[in-house]
């Protein structure tokens, strides 16, 4: 099938990655490790159906903007792996740091091996990340272009730990603003996605300023992702987010909706702030819905996904790639609440 087709192209390009994530792991020598090998596959979703491994987005953007710039997207997919596991790995610390026992509808890796080696898990996947990159070489990249990759994504995973370590500090922290908030997500969330983007366009050969295009295509793109994420988080339905209705509500999360109450309502500071768990869900959702803090975060939502979308279109990414960018962007507005 050619790559003209939209369809074809974007199964085989997560075929590819399926493939390459697998590849990525065998440096851990599964038959030494086979309990290690076992954790990291159930994480990666490769024990169970297809939809715990989740979206893939952070791979597929960098395979598809090596493709927008005009070159075979397969000399990226060591690239796109290295995405995917780092991302990866965090998820595994996240979960631990939130003590979130579930995600994608299972449970999480250290509820069923512990914290120890649920730690270790995330450190080895990190660990395998790295190695990823430098499989460019094998596949045809120059030594400058791999170190180049690397650096991008390494500069990436200081930004995502430091967003990461805000979100633990804003728990206790009071006075919490949303520019504070914003500052946060840059790091957490779309640091890697502004990377996945920047890695595939400057492996293609792409100029330095079609590369920072590209990179804040995927900037934008993380600061909707997030802040729909944080929609979910309170509207979502469980069976959709693989979370309890209204988890981010119960945890006293201080997302963009939630702080946005708290500056608007009295009511909503009062319940949110209230410290027993007797304060009744259902309360603060409609104090939140009060002061329309759902349609303040679509908008700001909406905002930075029309920021990504005047990115994409000053990086003139060729079709069907270009297409298929545009059409994962709007998604993200697009997932059921």
């Known amino acids: 099938m050619s790559d003209n087709n939209p369809p074809s192209l974007i199964r085989r390009m997560r075929e590819a990655i399926e493939v390459d994530l697998k590849r990525s792991i065998e440096w851990l020598d599964s038959e030494q490790y086979p309990e290690l090998a076992h954790m990291i596959s159930y994480h990666m979703?490769?024990?169970?159906?297809?939809?715990?491994?989740?979206?893939?987005?952070?791979?597929?953007?960098?395979?598809?903007?090596?493709?927008?710039?005009?070159?075979?997207?397969?000399?990226?997919?060591?690239?796109?792996?290295?995405?995917?596991?780092?991302?990866?790995?965090?998820?595994?610390?996240?979960d631990i740091q939130d003590q979130s026992e579930t995600r994608r509808g299972r449970l999480t890796l250290w509820k069923l091996w512990g914290l120890a080696q649920a730690l270790n898990t995330g450190d080895t996947i990190f660990t395998l990340a790295r190695l990823a990159t430098y499989r460019l070489v094998k596949v045809g990249n120059s030594y400058e272009t791999t170190l180049d990759a690397q650096r991008i994504l390494d500069h990436a995973c200081l930004q995502l730990t430091q967003g990461q370590h805000l979100d633990l500090a804003y728990e206790t922290k009071e006075n919490v603003t949303i520019s504070d908030y914003i500052r946060m997500i840059e790091g957490k969330t779309s640091a890697l996605l502004?990377?996945?983007?920047?890695?595939?366009?400057?492996?293609a050969g792409a100029s330095d300023p079609v590369v920072e295009a590209y990179r804040s295509f995927g900037h934008n793109l993380g600061l909707a992702f997030q802040i729909e994420d944080d929609i979910l988080g309170i509207w979502g339905k469980s069976n959709l987010t693989g979370k309890p209705a209204g988890d981010d509500l119960l945890r006293r999360k201080k997302t963009l909706p939630t702080l946005y109450g708290l500056e608007k309502s009295t009511t909503f500071s009062r319940l949110f702030l209230q410290e027993n768990d007797d304060v009744d869900l259902l309360d603060m959702v409609a104090a939140l819905d009060e002061v329309g803090a759902h349609q303040h975060a679509r908008s700001l939502a909406q905002h930075h996904t029309d920021l990504a979308l005047s990115a994409l279109k000053e990086a003139a990414p060729m079709n069907p790639s270009g297409g298929e960018l545009k059409r994962l962007s709007l998604l993200l507005l697009q997932r059921q609440t």
């Open 45 to 94: 979703g490769w024990k169970n159906q297809a939809h715990s491994r989740g979206k893939r987005l952070r791979p597929m953007l960098t395979l598809l903007s090596c493709a927008g710039v005009g070159a075979n997207w397969e000399i990226a997919l060591p690239a796109a792996s290295a995405v995917e596991l780092v991302h990866s790995f965090s998820l595994v610390h996240d």
């Open 194 to 203: 502004s990377a996945a983007s920047a890695i595939g366009a400057h492996i």
